[in-house]
């Protein structure tokens, strides 16, 4: 079965930076568009990156500039730079497939909270 687990999350304070790991099991993850989304309180859950088998990568307007993500396919693993963190980033942030989530690989997400 597919297992993704989120790491990294924490409390910054505006203007800081923290970087996001999801390590991945039971799929070829070499082979996988992959991607990150968050979820902020009273939100719908929304697309923030993601990252093709080529390492082509797309980006929310939100956070163009500001955000990069990456992945390193020898560790099974996708990561998310977050850089000049703003209030409005804080969220639960989730690893998944890319660009169509799937149902069944969804984790338990890392939680981010930025502090004006």
């Known amino acids: 079965q597919v297992q993704l687990v989120e790491s990294g999350g924490g409390l910054v304070q505006a203007g800081g930076s923290l970087r996001l790991s999801c390590a991945g099991s039971?799929?070829?993850?070499?082979?996988?568009?992959m991607g990150w989304y968050r979820q902020a309180p009273g939100k719908q859950r929304e697309s923030v990156a993601g990252?093709?088998?080529?390492?082509?990568?797309t980006y929310a307007d939100s956070v163009k500039g500001r955000f990069t993500i990456s992945r390193d396919n020898a560790k099974n693993t996708v990561y998310l730079q977050m850089n000049s963190l703003k209030p409005e980033d804080t969220a639960v942030y989730y690893c998944?497939?890319?660009?169509?989530?799937?149902?069944?690989?969804w984790g338990q997400g890392t939680r981010v909270t930025v502090s004006s």
């Open positions: 998944n497939a890319y660009p169509v989530p799937s149902r069944t690989y």
């Open positions: 039971g799929i070829i993850f070499s082979l996988t568009p």
């Open positions: 990252i093709t088998r080529d390492r082509t990568t």
